[in-house]
């Protein structure tokens, strides 16, 4: 879908295989390594990231810091801890729209063309998919709507299911 002169699209990979600017990694609080898409990130990248990530001092939920990316095809790394859902209502839906929203402006601000976005939440931290996919789409259009470094924005995801759910967001997506 073109956004503006943003292209986004919905893909179904390894983010850690992927040659784009930046990689975002769903992180946990500490900033320093976990399961899921974090350890995948941390173990490609190599004992480097881990090193940088120390010196960061951990992230709120909602932030975004950005790193180095060693090892990978990218050239950084920007981190942010998701929400884990406690049912609702203890601001999932606004600390996971702070995520994709920080995340998009740090690119930006680092001179950023391509990103690249996993499901961030809805694994381990078991945000509901389907609404996840809502905010993530409505953060990248008001994103899209003013100009920026980014051209092109990339969910990867890490399942047929899941992919085939963004996919269906972004078809039926009014904004
Ligand atoms: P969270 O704790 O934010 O829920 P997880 O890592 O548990 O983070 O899951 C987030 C999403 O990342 C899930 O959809 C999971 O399937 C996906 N994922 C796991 N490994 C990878 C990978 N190598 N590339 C892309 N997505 C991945």
């Known amino acids: 879908m073109?956004?503006?002169?943003l292209?986004?699209?919905?893909?179904?990979?390894?983010?850690?295989?992927?040659?784009?600017d930046v990689i975002v990694n769903a992180a946990n609080t500490s900033l320093l390594g976990g399961g899921g898409?974090?350890?995948?990130?941390?173990?490609?990248?190599g004992p480097g990231l881990l090193q940088e990530c120390r010196t960061l001092g951990g992230?709120?939920?909602?932030?975004?810091?950005?790193?180095?990316?060693?090892?990978l095809p990218a050239k950084y790394v920007i981190h942010t801890p998701?929400?884990?859902?406690?049912?609702?209502?203890?601001?999932?839906?606004?600390l996971l729209a702070k995520c994709w929203r920080n995340c998009l402006h740090l690119a930006a601000e680092n001179?950023?063309?391509s990103?690249?976005?996993?499901?961030i939440s809805t694994g381990v931290y078991r945000f509901p998919i389907?609404?996840?996919a809502q905010i993530a789409l409505g953060e990248i259009k008001d994103f899209a709507s003013s100009p920026s470094s980014i051209n092109s924005v990339t969910i990867c995801c890490f399942s047929p299911k899941d992919q085939q759910i963004y996919q269906q967001a972004l078809q039926t997506f009014k904004g």
């Open 130 to 132: 389907k609404v996840a």
């Open 82 to 94: 998701g929400p884990v859902w406690h049912g609702g209502d203890s601001q999932e839906a606004y």
């Open 37 to 45: 898409v974090d350890g995948a990130i941390h173990r490609a990248a």
């Open 7 to 20: 292209q986004l699209k919905v893909i179904l990979a390894d983010i850690t295989t992927l040659d784009v």
């Open 111 to 113: 001179n950023c063309q």
């Open 2 to 5: 073109q956004l503006g002169k």
């Open 115 to 119: 990103i690249a976005f996993p499901s």
């Open 59 to 71: 992230a709120r939920t909602g932030e975004a810091k950005i790193t180095g990316a060693y090892n």
